[in-house]
Each structure stands twice: as structure tokens, then as C-alpha cells.
């Protein structure tokens, strides 16, 4: 079945590093890809998505490449800010409902 | 952002009672999902429906039933509560289900549920 693995946190970084948060998946076919994101107290809100092998999503700073031939997808931003500090979620859907990874906390410090 | 509202939004119930979560959008989507979310698990899908008095198991549905009478409402049922339910319950709705068009999933803003 389709599944998606994104690495464990929590991340921990400083203002204007750079972050990268892994994510790979295992589907079937052709899935979007998608990551959400969670700000404290609040629900998911899609950050950024791809559709295709090579597609690149951005949002905000964040861009993930869609790497069909290493099952990759994984969040970049060249400098975080402490309002960056959020759980991050991968998340694939083809011919199922959304499947999510586990989440990855960053926390950003000044 | 996608209206989709999620009631209560907390609530603390003691084990074996019924406890029944609304969501209720407004953009007219066919698609809506409940999940839970706790820790080191992410969300998981716990049933869904793809229209009108059509529903579907998740990945977690023992437990939990739903119901859908109209568009706009999607119910989720725990018949008699218990402590390992409790969750964070986010609803989440689309309009297609073909994630190869990349329509994401819109999410509510959670129903923080506490069973005693």
C-alpha cells in the first residue's frame, strides 16, 4: 500500500539556517505530493504540492522537489525564521485518501 | 481559507458514554474525512465518505462509526468511549479524488477530545 516515511525530529535550528526535512514515500502509480503544515493550536494547512516526476512545489520559501527515482520529496528553505517553528507533514495521495507521515517538529531560536 | 467548522471543539466525557463530533463545510466538496492525530503517529484516516450516505472504513475505524444525510455534515460517532480515544479529530474535506490533478485536502480546525 502507499505509505510515506519523513524523518524524526525535533529539528532545532537557528534564525537564517538552512532545513532540510526528509521525506520519502512508497506508491503505486503516479500520487501527488504534499506538505502541510501545523502552526501551534491550529489544523493542517497545505503548504506546497507537486504533481508530476519533476515538479517543483514552492510556498513562502519552501520549495520540495518531486524525485520519482529516489521516491523523494523532501522540504527545503534556504533561511528558516522563528515563525517557521511548526510540525511539517509529508503526504502523498493517488488512488487512496491522503496518507501522512508521522510529522517533523522544527523548532526555530533566534 | 475552506470553510469547514469542526464542533466542539473540546470536550472531556468519561469512559462508555457516546460522544458524537460534527463537521460541517461549506464549499459543497463530495469529499469528507475524519482523522485522528497523536503523537508519534501523525494523522490517520479513521473513515470517509464520497457522498451522501456513502461511507468507507480507514485505516482506524474499530470503535467509530460515521453518518452523512447531507453534503454539508459528516458525523463522527464514538459509541461507547474509551480512553485510547483519546485524540485530536480533524476533518477534512475535497472536491475531487484523483490526487493526480493535485487538489489537496482541506482541514478543520480540530476537535480536542478527552475521555476519563
Known amino acids: 500500500g502507499n505509505s510515506v516515511t519523513q524523518m524524526e525530529g525535533p529539528v532545532t535550528l537557528s534564525e537564517e539556517a538552512f532545513l532540510t526535512i526528509n521525506c520519502t514515500y512508497t506508491?503505486?502509480?503516479?500520487?501527488?505530493l504534499f506538505w502541510y503544515v501545523q502552526y501551534p493550536g491550529e489544523g493542517l494547512q497545505l503548504l506546497l504540492k507537486?504533481?508530476?516526476?519533476?515538479d517543483k512545489g514552492s510556498n513562502k520559501g519552501f520549495e520540495a522537489t518531486y524525485r520519482k527515482e529516489t521516491t523523494s520529496f523532501h522540504l527545503e528553505k534556504g533561511s528558516v525564521q522563528v515563525s517557521d517553528s511548526a510540525v511539517y507533514f509529508c503526504?502523498?495521495?493517488?488512488?487512496?485518501?491522503?496518507?501522512f507521515g508521522k510529522g517533523t517538529r522544527l523548532s526555530v531560536i533566534a | 481559507d475552506a470553510g469547514i467548522t469542526q464542533s466542539p471543539r473540546h470536550k472531556v466525557t468519561e469512559t462508555g458514554t457516546p460522544v458524537t463530533l460534527r463537521c460541517h463545510q461549506t464549499?459543497?466538496?463530495?469529499?469528507m474525512y475524519w482523522y485522528r492525530q497523536d503523537p508519534g503517529h501523525g494523522l490517520r484516516l479513521i473513515h470517509y465518505?464520497?457522498?451522501?450516505?456513502?461511507?468507507d472504513k480507514g485505516e482506524v475505524s474499530d470503535g467509530y462509526s460515521v453518518s452523512r444525510s447531507k453534503t454539508e455534515d459528516f458525523l463522527l460517532t464514538l459509541e461507547s468511549a474509551t480512553s485510547s480515544q483519546t485524540s485530536v479529530y480533524f476533518c477534512?474535506?475535497?472536491?475531487?479524488?484523483?490526487?493526480?490533478?493535485?487538489?489537496?485536502?482541506?482541514f478543520g480546525d480540530g476537535t480536542r477530545l478527552s475521555i476519563l
Open positions: 477534512a474535506i475535497s472536491a475531487v479524488w484523483d490526487g493526480g490533478e493535485g487538489q489537496p485536502q482541506h
Open positions: 506508491a503505486t502509480g503516479y500520487p501527488s
Open positions: 507537486a504533481t508530476k516526476a519533476d
Open positions: 503526504a502523498l495521495k493517488g488512488n487512496t485518501p491522503l496518507v
Open positions: 464549499e459543497n466538496h463530495r469529499y
Open positions: 465518505s464520497y457522498g451522501v450516505k456513502d461511507t
